[in-house]
């Protein structure tokens, strides 16, 4: 993880709001104070500028019924806990941990203080009073698998890969199955940068990918610098977490979504009116957690195939995790017939046949 140390705390919203005389006595309902951490830094362009618009629309949504604090850059390890647990003692009622490795963080300040509520994104590890939340990433991955089966002219595609985390490894597992379908001699390149955000390392290990013989890549890191090194060199690319067209604006075909307003609204009013519980949540494109951005500069055959394969999720009559599936020693992981659990693609620590690679 890249070792950036500011921290930036951030009040938002407004002050407790007044209730009309009652009896003859005023009545002060105190707002809830809910904290975020994230992993890098909010303008990062994908993945934080996504939680971090979430957040906004939750502030806009519930006004005077909540503030909120942030803190960004917060590398994954202990130093998670430190920020968790000053947060918890700032008086914030409601944490949400937005990365996969602060989940240990998560689990021990949720245990630390009982009277608060936590909330895990990608995690899934329990507590009592936390809950882990998720979106089904790999939707939208499929889309952009289906573009790049169908434009890429070598059949050689390229995927940034952070860690190895389920999360990730879906990704890859569900572009290369799409685009595979598609254009069965399609083969997925991929390159571990083991970090979320470090702009440098990601453009060094997209221009070896290219330096490979790729024509298509996408990536699961947060920053633009892999579609920015793609548009100079012609290679078409996808962004990540938020539109990353601009950085981009004719090789970048459309870009997956993270839409986690809804999700932030929903639980932080549900602490609000006392009725949150712990419970995990895994949305996607039919619950308005996932899309895609506009899709550009594709051929007509090439746009109605994505759209289908996007209109195919909502209604249930898409799956790419439908058998059969093969890991890449040719071993069947789902059987014609069959489909892939939740719990599968949560846990997932393998790759589909077609993936140049291994874990990490």
């Known amino acids: 993880m890249h070792n950036l140390n500011r921290r930036t705390f951030i009040k938002a919203a407004g002050a407790a709001s007044a209730l009309p005389l009652i009896g003859g006595q005023a009545f002060a309902q105190e707002a809830l104070k ?3 951490i994230y992993v890098g830094p909010i303008n990062d362009g994908g993945w934080n500028t996504a939680h971090e618009a979430g957040r906004q629309q939750m502030l806009k949504t519930l006004g005077d019924k909540v503030t909120s604090v942030y803190v960004e850059n917060v590398p994954e390890g202990p130093d998670a806990e430190r920020v ?5 003692n700032q008086g914030c009622k409601l944490l949400y941990a937005t990365s996969f490795g602060f989940m240990d963080s998560a ?3 949720a245990r630390a203080f009982p009277d608060i509520k936590v909330e895990m994104c990608t995690g899934f590890k329990p ?3 936390l809950s882990n939340y998720n979106i089904r990433f790999h939707q939208a991955r499929s889309i952009l698998g289906t573009i790049a089966g169908m434009m890429s002219k070598t059949g050689v595609g390229g995927y940034l890969g952070t860690y190895p985390v389920p ?3 879906s990704g890859i597992n569900s ?3 799409a685009a595979r379908k598609v254009n069965p001699n399609f083969k997925t390149k991929v390159i571990w940068v083991n970090t979320w955000f470090d702009p440098a390392k990601e453009a060094d290990a997209a221009r070896a990918l290219i330096d490979q013989g790729v024509d298509v890549m996408t990536q699961h890191t947060d ?4 579609v920015q090194v793609c548009e100079g060199k012609n290679v078409i690319t996808f962004g990540q977490g938020s539109d990353q067209s601009q950085f981009a604006p004719s090789m970048c075909k459309t870009s997956s979504l993270d839409l986690w307003g809804s999700f932030y609204t929903q639980r932080t009013q549900a602490v609000v009116e006392g009725t949150w519980k712990p419970e995990d949540t895994y949305w996607g494109i039919k619950e308005g957690a996932l899309d895609i951005a506009e899709i550009k500069n ?3 055959d090439v746009k109605a195939a994505a759209e289908k394969v996007k209109q195919g999720w909502i209604d249930g009559t898409y799956n790419c995790y439908a058998g059969p599936i093969k890991d890449q020693q040719g071993n069947e992981k789902c059987a014609a017939g069959a489909e892939l659990s939740d719990a599968d693609i949560l846990g997932m620590n393998w790759l589909v046949e077609g993936v140049d690679g291994t874990l990490g």
């Open 34 to 36: 809910v904290g975020y």
């Open 84 to 88: 968790l647990r000053d947060l918890a």
């Open 107 to 109: 689990v021990k300040v």
């Open 127 to 129: 507590a009592p009073n």
């Open 167 to 169: 999360e990730v490894v």
């Open 175 to 177: 572009f290369t199955i």
């Open 223 to 226: 920053s633009p610098a892999a």
């Open 298 to 300: 594709v051929p007509d």
